[in-house]
T-cell receptor
C-alpha cells in the first residue's frame, strides 16, 4: 500500500524567503513521486516528478525537490518565494506497475507575505 | 498544445435536476479519470476508464455515472444532485503503458468544473 503525508496544512513565508513544503511517503515498491500545484479555481498542474533517475529534481517556476529514500521524504523547496507562488500544493505517489492510482496528500496551502 | 478541456467551467443546477459535465482531451491517452474536490481537500477519485473498461471506486455513490463514447471524450452524469455534491469536478488523463523506467503515470488535469447546487 502507498500513502503520502504532508506536514503542515498551511505554510506562510515572506516574499523572497525560502519555501519548504514537507512530504513523506510510504510505499512497498519503488515509488514515483510528484508535486502538483493548484491555483484558485484551476485544475492541478504538475510541478515536478521523481522517476528514479536523479534524486534532485528540478521543476517549473524555480521549484525543486530531493528524493531521500532513507528518510522516505520528497520535500519541495524554492530559494526565494514570489507572490505568484501562493497556491495549494499537493504531493502524490504512484507505482511503476499501475496506471490507475495516484495517491494524493492532503495538501499544503502556501501564503506569501509582502 | 495537447490538453485536457472541461466544459462548462461553472455549472449551476437545481437540487435533484440531472446534470452532465464534459471532458475532452487531445493527448490521446487511454486512461481518463474523474475526481471530486471539495474546498481545502485533496481530489477524491470517483472512477476511471482504462480504455473502454470502467473502474468504479468502492465508495462512489450510485448517483454518479460516467460515459466514454470514444478515446477523446468522457462525461460525468450526476443523476440527482444533492447539496453535498457541490464541488469542483476535475477530469484527468494519463498514459497506460510505460516504455522507459524514466516515464511515469503522471496525470494531466483539466481546469475543472465548479458545480453549484441550489
Amino acid at each position: 500500500a502507498q500513502s503520502v503525508t504532508q506536514l503542515g496544512s498551511h505554510v506562510s513565508v515572506s516574499e523572497g524567503a525560502l519555501v519548504l513544503l514537507r512530504c513523506n511517503y510510504s510505499s512497498s515498491v519503488p515509488p514515483y513521486l510528484f508535486w502538483y500545484v493548484q491555483y484558485p479555481n484551476q485544475g492541478l498542474q504538475l510541478l515536478l516528478k521523481y522517476t528514479s533517475a536523479a534524486t534532485l529534481v528540478k521543476g517549473i517556476n524555480g521549484f525543486e525537490a530531493e528524493f531521500k529514500k532513507s528518510e522516505t521524504s520528497f520535500h519541495l523547496t524554492k530559494p526565494s518565494a514570489h507572490m505568484s507562488d501562493a497556491a495549494e500544493y499537493f504531493c502524490a505517489v504512484s507505482s511503476y506497475s499501475s496506471a490507475s492510482k495516484i495517491i494524493f496528500g492532503s495538501g499544503t496551502r502556501l501564503s506569501i507575505r509582502p | 498544445d495537447a490538453m485536457v478541456i472541461q466544459n462548462p467551467r461553472y455549472q449551476v443546477t437545481q437540487f435533484g435536476k440531472p446534470v452532465t459535465l464534459s471532458c475532452s482531451q487531445t493527448l490521446n491517452h487511454n486512461v481518463m479519470y474523474w475526481y471530486q474536490q471539495k474546498s481545502s481537500q485533496a481530489p477524491k477519485l470517483l472512477f476511471h476508464y482504462y480504455d473502454k473498461d470502467f473502474n468504479n471506486e468502492a465508495d462512489t455513490p450510485d448517483n454518479f455515472q460516467s460515459r466514454r463514447p470514444n478515446t477523446s471524450f468522457c462525461f460525468l452524469d450526476i443523476r440527482s444532485p444533492g447539496l453535498g455534491d457541490a464541488a469542483m469536478y476535475l477530469c484527468a488523463t494519463s498514459r497506460d503503458k510505460l516504455i522507459r523506467r524514466t516515464e511515469s503515470y503522471e496525470q494531466y488535469f483539466g481546469p475543472g468544473t465548479r458545480l453549484t447546487v441550489t
